[in-house]
Nanobody, 124 residues
Framework: QVQLVESGGGLVQAGGSLRLSCAASGRTFSTYSMGWFRQAPGKEREFVAS????????YYADSVKGRFTISRDNAKNTVYLQMNSRKAEDTAVYYC?????????????????WGQGTQVTVSS
């Protein structure tokens, strides 16, 4: 079992930067691929980025490619999402998730554990 707690959300101006963190409990963090998803009001939850167990492979949604960077520190049981060049359409609740899959899956159904989410609001 893995418990995930996101932090770092808040209000940021368009064009600004923000870094989200997700701290995981337990000693098996390195055995999980990790992902970030987001859900805007009235919309379905969507994939943002994922990273493999070792951090060697990463995947991004086209909408964030080149602006967001996912990374992880297995020694600290933490995964990060660095968000640059923020746009108003990035406003959403951001969720961290863990998957037992090895190759950083992009589908929601592949993730076994979810955090409670952190609100990110981009003002124009």
């Amino acid at each position: 079992q893995v418990q995930l707690v996101e932090s770092g959300g808040g209000l940021v101006q368009a064009g600004g930067s923000l870094r989200l963190s997700c701290a995981a409990s337990g000693r098996t963090f390195s055995t999980y691929s990790m992902g970030w998803f987001r859900q805007a009001p009235g919309k379905e939850r969507e994939f943002v980025a994922s990273i493999s167990r070792s951090g060697g492979s990463t995947y991004y949604a086209d909408s964030v490619k080149g602006r967001f960077t996912i990374s992880r520190d297995n020694a600290k049981n933490t995964v990060y999402l660095q968000m640059n060049s923020r746009k108003a359409e990035d406003t959403a609740v951001y969720y961290c998730a863990a998957s037992s899959g090895a190759f950083a899956p992009v589908g929601l159904a592949s993730y076994n554990y979810w955090g409670q989410g952190t609100q990110v609001t981009v003002s124009s």
